[in-house]
């Protein structure tokens, strides 16, 4: 499996205050993705990078900012946290190539007061 | 853009069947299957490209009908541990680099 975490896991925040999500991944992927999961939305991408620096909006990608300075390290900032904020953030990583397969990490609950 | 697939959800007994369909109304680059678990992220089981090829994983197979922008997953003679949440996700024909994930498909497979 590919060496892919989050941090925090679990994160608690009060409206208005911004927040900082981490992702780290040791498989030298060249592209790296933000996706939240809401109850019947299924997973929807914030933003994506496709090589250090290089990045791009996704498709809910309005409240969100993010930041690639090395190949390992993905941040997602939410820049003034709203309730509809409220989810749980995956990370993925993954390489172009036969399978493009994404690998996960297991993700962050992250709650809006 | 959101793929659709159906159906919602879906209990079998240990052994059944099932089929579950991703469409698009846009051109496909092609089709990727991940299943999640309760509480865990997705995983991928398989992609499909554009040509209809059909790949298999298991127990677990898939094709693609290109022309009618369509893919389906087939799940045979389901175990237990085939329970969890089924998502597609669509990569656009233009090779975006992207996925768009459907709502999923909730399986459960009782003994």
């Known amino acids: 499996d590919a060496g892919i975490t989050q941090s925090p896991r679990h994160k608690v925040t009060e409206t208005g205050t911004p927040v900082t999500l981490r992702c780290h991944q040791t498989?030298?992927?060249?592209?790296m993705y933000w996706y939240r999961q809401d109850p019947g939305h299924g997973l929807r991408l914030i933003h994506y990078?496709?090589?250090?620096?290089?990045?791009d909006k996704g498709e809910v990608s309005d409240g969100y900012s993010v930041s690639r300075s090395k190949t390992e390290d993905f941040l997602l900032t939410l820049e003034s946290a709203t309730s509809s904020q409220t989810s749980v953030y995956f990370c993925?990583?993954?390489?172009?190539?036969?399978?493009?397969?994404?690998?996960f990490g297991p993700g962050t609950r992250l709650t809006v007061l | 853009q959101q793929p659709v697939q159906s159906p919602q959800a879906v209990i079998l007994r240990e052994g059944e069947d099932a089929v579950i369909n991703c469409s698009s109304s846009?051109?496909?680059?092609?089709v990727h299957w991940y299943r999640q678990k309760h509480g865990e992220a997705p995983v991928f089981l398989m992609i499909l490209l554009k040509g209809g090829e059909q790949k298999g994983h298991e127990k677990i197979s898939a094709s693609f009908n290109e022309k009618k922008q369509q893919s389906s997953l087939y799940l045979t003679a389901s175990q237990l541990s085939y329970s969890g949440t089924y998502f597609c996700?669509?990569?656009?024909?233009?090779?975006?680099?992207?996925?768009?994930f459907g709502k999923g498909m909730k399986l459960t497979v009782n003994p």
């Open positions: 990078s496709y090589g250090v620096k290089d990045t």
């Open positions: 846009k051109a496909l680059y092609s």
């Open positions: 498989e030298n992927h060249r592209y």
């Open positions: 996700g669509t990569e656009m024909e233009n090779g975006s680099e992207k996925l768009v």
């Open positions: 993925a990583s993954g390489r172009r190539g036969l399978n493009n397969e994404q690998f």
